[in-house]
């Protein structure tokens, strides 16, 4: 069957794309812009992509059209698609019929840490021998593809709230039918679908309402928007976990931060087990935890987790060491929430020492740069000691007033020359930069590694 994928460089159609490959499909698609790491994947596939959306994409004919929601009608490759009656079925539904059928499906949802957890989760079946199949919005570095079918029964997914496609506007997760599912957090997010967390949470019900009676919901504790979600009504077991500082909760478990990993301890607050992992910061010890309690699921103990998670190698763009050039650190990092910037921030405090954390951020999610978290911003980023902030002339926000309450320290560009030209003149040795966008930050990652060594070499002369 030829199959060919509409927005196939986003990560999730991706990975849709590596499976259909997988189950022996002919597959290509069609997209505008492509940046690592989907579009390494896709090349190592050997996947034909043809560029722009216009109507004779779909020449010849395939037996048919997966749909991301990056589509939108009026766009050529939509009206034809239309108008010829090809048949079509977006992603997560085409999922749900080919590969999770008769599956035990675990799905990791929340606004913040599922890639990361999901990446977690797989890893840790792998290690027990039971080689899940799995479909995740990144590139988790122990397997090194964000999607592959593997041995049934288990199938590891990423359960995204963002709609399905044009013609379906439900939550993405509706269609996968978890028997284990992870809730790790719920804040408002996706301004540009979503008018307020009602909304979002009214989808994350939808989700919970698919979950068997023999399944079990996996929440983290203290969530007021989940325990709303909850009360909602559900008829699934819940169990409860606790991240670092908060009491593990009646007949849950909590995770206690120490040197070099975090503590599994019971409701009674005895250790059930030590992880001693590369993962800083206590919003991995949580996604950690969160995870080995989907594994017990599945039927592995928490000892046998915490000994795989020293193996864990963690996800491209999550934390993800760039390079040193000069005595400067480079990181890179997926964060675009507020909340998921101040804790990666506070996480990549672990061992700087002395030398100074510069978060660089581009505002480049649909929520950022219409400026639903405009207010939140300077609060976010007030763990880096230097903020730089790419605001690029589409912002619907002054983003020099929001970085205001940050004082000398932070400054926003509205050029990419002038932010890396800044960076170079400021940076010394000891500095760790972590460099934030959900987007390829227009290859600023690469271009400052090379002129802070360019740098280097001149100082040497």
């Known amino acids: 069957m030829h199959i060919h994928i509409l927005g196939i460089g986003g990560t999730f159609m991706a990975g849709i794309a590596a499976l259909g490959r997988e189950l022996g499909h002919r597959v290509t698609g069609s997209d505008r812009t492509l940046y690592p790491p989907m579009s390494t994947q896709l090349a190592a596939l050997g996947i034909e992509i043809i560029e722009g959306y216009e109507n004779d994409r779909l020449d010849p004919a395939p037996d048919c059209v997966v749909?991301?929601?990056?589509?939108?009608?009026?766009?050529?490759?939509?009206?034809?698609?239309?108008?010829?009656?090809?048949?079509?079925?977006?992603?997560?539904?085409?999922?749900?019929?080919?590969?999770?059928?008769?599956?035990?499906?675990?799905?990791?949802?929340?606004?913040?840490?599922?890639?990361?957890?999901?990446?977690?989760?797989?890893?840790?079946?792998?290690?027990?021998?039971?080689?899940?199949?799995?479909?995740?919005?990144?590139?988790?570095?122990?397997?090194?593809?964000?999607?592959?079918?593997?041995?049934?029964?288990f199938f590891v997914i990423e359960a995204d709230e963002y709609d399905t496609a044009f013609f379906d506007k439900r939550s993405k997760f509706v269609h996968y039918r978890p028997r284990t599912l992870v809730m790790g957090n719920l804040e408002f997010d996706h301004a540009d679908i979503f008018d307020d967390l009602a909304a979002i949470q009214r989808q994350f019900h939808h989700l919970v309402r698919t979950v068997p009676g023999k399944g079990l919901v996996i929440s983290r504790a203290g969530d007021a928007a989940l325990e709303s979600v909850l009360a909602q009504g559900c008829w699934t077991p819940v169990e409860r976990f606790a991240g670092p500082g908060q009491a593990a909760p009646e007949a849950g478990h909590a995770a206690r931060l120490i040197a070099g990993g975090f503590e599994v301890l019971g409701p009674d607050g005895e250790r059930r087990a030590c992880v001693r992992w590369p993962m800083p910061g206590a919003h991995n010890a949580e996604n950690g935890l969160a995870a080995m309690l989907a594994a017990r699921h599945a039927g592995v103990p928490l000892a046998a987790s915490a000994e795989a998670l020293a193996g864990f190698r963690g996800v491209k763009r999550r934390q993800e060491w760039i390079g040193t050039a000069g005595?400067?650190?480079?990181?890179?990092?997926?964060?675009?929430?507020?909340?998921?910037?101040?804790?990666?921030?506070?996480?990549?405090?672990?061992?700087?020492?002395?030398?100074?954390?510069?978060?660089?951020?581009?505002?480049?999610?649909?929520?950022?740069?219409?400026?639903?978290?405009?207010?939140?911003?300077?609060?976010?980023?007030?763990?880096?000691?230097?903020?730089?902030?790419?605001?690029?002339?589409?912002?619907?926000?002054?983003?020099?007033?929001?970085?205001?309450?940050?004082?000398e320290r932070a400054t926003a560009c509205a050029e990419l020359d002038r932010l890396e030209a800044i960076l170079v003149e400021e940076l010394r040795a000891g500095d760790r930069v972590?460099?934030?966008?959900?987007?390829?930050?227009?290859?600023?990652?690469?271009?400052?590694?090379?002129?802070?060594e360019s740098r280097r070499g001149s100082q040497s002369e």
């Not at 990092?333 to 507020?338: L, Q, S, Y």
Request: charged content about 15%; some cysteine; aromatic content about 6%.
């Open 67 to 153: 749909v991301g929601n990056v589509m939108r009608r009026g766009l050529p490759v939509v009206e034809r698609l239309l108008d010829a009656g090809l048949p079509y079925c977006s992603g997560p539904e085409w999922l749900a019929r080919e590969v999770l059928q008769d599956r035990w499906t675990l799905a990791v949802a929340g606004t913040h840490g599922k890639t990361t957890t999901a990446s977690i989760l797989a890893w840790l079946l792998e290690s027990a021998g039971l080689r899940p199949g799995f479909l995740i919005g990144g590139l988790p570095a122990n397997f090194g593809v964000s999607a592959r079918l593997g041995d049934a029964p």
């Open 327 to 407: 005595g400067v650190e480079l990181f890179d990092d997926f964060a675009h929430h507020p909340t998921a910037i101040a804790r990666t921030l506070e996480a990549m405090r672990d061992g700087i020492g002395a030398g100074r954390l510069v978060a660089v951020l581009e505002p480049r999610s649909n929520t950022m740069r219409m400026g639903a978290h405009a207010g939140a911003l300077a609060g976010a980023l007030a763990g880096a000691d230097l903020v730089r902030v790419l605001a690029s002339p589409e912002l619907g926000w002054d983003a020099g007033a929001a970085l205001a309450g940050l004082g």
């Open 434 to 452: 972590v460099l934030m966008s959900n987007g390829s930050f227009g290859g600023l990652h690469g271009r400052l590694l090379a002129a802070l």
